[in-house]
């Protein structure tokens, strides 16, 4: 029988990571469902999938997280899930407070974060003084106040699934989150703890942080008074 919440699993190049995500999540916590999204891997990401007998969506070319990600979103439309939550492929996000997003989610609200600064303080990085000047920019042009706008741990209500599925041709980015924000979408955080990369290297190097901090920032504060669906 088909469980109310699908976990969207976008993959590039993590060959070294994969089996022991979707293990844990199939062994532990088998009340979700799952999908890995391949996006165009060029290491045996794709064969691992397939020679275990993963739930897969082999995607041919690489098209990037907001592709990958909305590859999985129409996927959980089509099939019905009420529930949607974006994992990441690398380890760092953890299965057990996939429970407590949802409570939080089921309270009545269209997206919940699964923050790692609801409760305790952002450091003093560069990444983590980008990470507040978007904070801010948010708080600035939705007035409300998102602790961690861009953890990765992100779930969706059936009408956010229907959205990114059939109007948002974008990412699940902070910039995509202010968009919806401002279209009345209702969001919250719910404390959470993440851990480091289990095995290979992020493509989000200290420049390209710094670049992609320098856009969202732009996105938030400009391009999105001018945002229309598709």
Known sequence: ???????VIPAYNEEKNIEAVVTFIREKYSQYDYVVVNDGSKD?????????GYE???LPVNLGLA??????????????????????????????????????MKKGHDIVIGSRFVNYKKGSSLRMIGSKMITIAIKLTTGVRIADPT???????????KEFA???????????????????AKVSEVQVKMEERQAGESYLNLVCSMKYMAKMLISILFIQNFRKRR
């Open 44 to 52: 045996r990401t794709a064969e691992i999938c397939k020679e275990k």
């Open 166 to 184: 059939q109007n948002l041709n974008y990412g699940p980015e902070p910039d995509t989150v202010s968009y919806l924000l401002k279209n009345g």
């Open 67 to 104: 592709g990958a990600f909305q590859t999985g979103l129409k996927y959980a439309y089509e099939k019905g899930y009420s529930y949607a939550i974006q994992f990441d492929a690398d380890g760092q996000h953890r299965p057990e407070f996939i429970e407590k997003m949802l409570k939080e």
């Open 56 to 58: 897969l969506l082999n």
């Open 1 to 7: 029988m088909k469980n109310e919440l699908l976990i």
């Open 151 to 161: 953890s990765g741990m992100r779930m969706f209500s059936r009408p956010m699934i």
